[in-house]
């Protein structure tokens, strides 16, 4: 199994960002995939999380309104599209795939920093 996430950066308040996961070595449309972060200091945070089909989707509610997640099964790519972030949202963010309601599996993150 492998999740190679991408998409983070720098970016100022209010911005957008959209993040990647690229997966292989498993069948991508038999899981629900998540997003999960971790900002410097804090422990892990889940973010959200879709169904195997993308028929439901499941957020945070410091999140909701402002990130959405999506997949695109037929390229095995999990996406996370960030609105209006904010300093707290920094973080290292991380794809992961779930398996009997915990994740198995993680990709290596990618950092996104808001900052002015």
Known sequence: VQLVESGGGL???GGSLRLSCAASGFTFDDY???WVRQAPGKGLEWVS???WNGGSTYYAESMKGRFTISRDNAKNTLYLQMN???SEDTAVYYC???SASSW????QGTQV????
């Open 11 to 13: 970016v100022q308040p």
């Open 32 to 34: 629900a995939m998540s």
């Open 49 to 51: 999380a879709i169904s």
């Open 84 to 86: 209006s972030l904010k």
């Open 96 to 98: 992961a795939k779930v």
């Open 104 to 107: 198995d599996y993680w990709g």
């Open 113 to 116: 920093t808001v900052s002015s």
